[in-house]
């Protein structure tokens, strides 16, 4: 309502310059508090959710390694990584080459790891030792399809997986 010095204005339902700014004001105060209200939420509800996953997500990996170059190309991408990561298990598995288990190509990459783990330390102080991941490198069945699956047909890899 205008005040007693204000000019009666032309046009009934139009509102005062001075009644405009007292409410956008009032409304950009009210954003203000909306804004700062919404992100005190988003930052304790990421805060929360940064805590439920502060833990490394835990992994087994079954490679066929040994087939393709991309599968031990693979195998590097992992151990470069390996800081973010719990590897529990690095299991060599069959594929195409239905009785060929390839060990030996996991441990020449754990190996190639060891030598550059003293550089990534600088980076970042929580690679695993290559010790433990060559402790972790299992082969599994080296027979193909549901054939080799079941009674007596368990490997250090179907164990580890199990344990």
Do not use: C
Not at 36 to 56: D, P
Not at 59 to 74: A, N, R
Not at 86 to 109: N, V
């Amino acid at each position: 309502m205008p005040g007693p010095a204000s000019k009666p204005s032309r046009n009934p339902g139009r509102r005062s310059r001075a009644e405009i700014g007292r409410q956008g004001r009032a409304m950009i105060f009210l954003t203000s508090k909306t804004r700062i209200a919404v992100s005190v939420t988003l930052l304790l509800g990421l805060g929360l959710l940064g805590s439920a996953f502060a833990a490394k997500p835990r992994v087994i990996v079954l490679t066929d390694i040994g087939g393709d170059p991309d599968d031990e190309q693979s195998m590097v991408r992992l151990l470069v990584y390996a800081n973010q990561l719990d590897i529990e298990g690095l299991i060599a598995t069959t594929s195409t080459w239905k009785r060929s288990l390839s060990p030996d190509r996991i441990t020449e990459r754990v190996n190639a790891y060891a030598q550059v783990r003293p550089s990534l330390l600088r980076h970042d102080p929580g690679y695993p030792t290559a010790e433990h991941l060559g402790s972790l490198v299992k082969s599994g069945q080296p027979g193909y399809g549901m054939a080799s699956v079941g009674d007596g047909k368990s490997t250090d890899g179907s164990r580890l997986i199990v344990d």
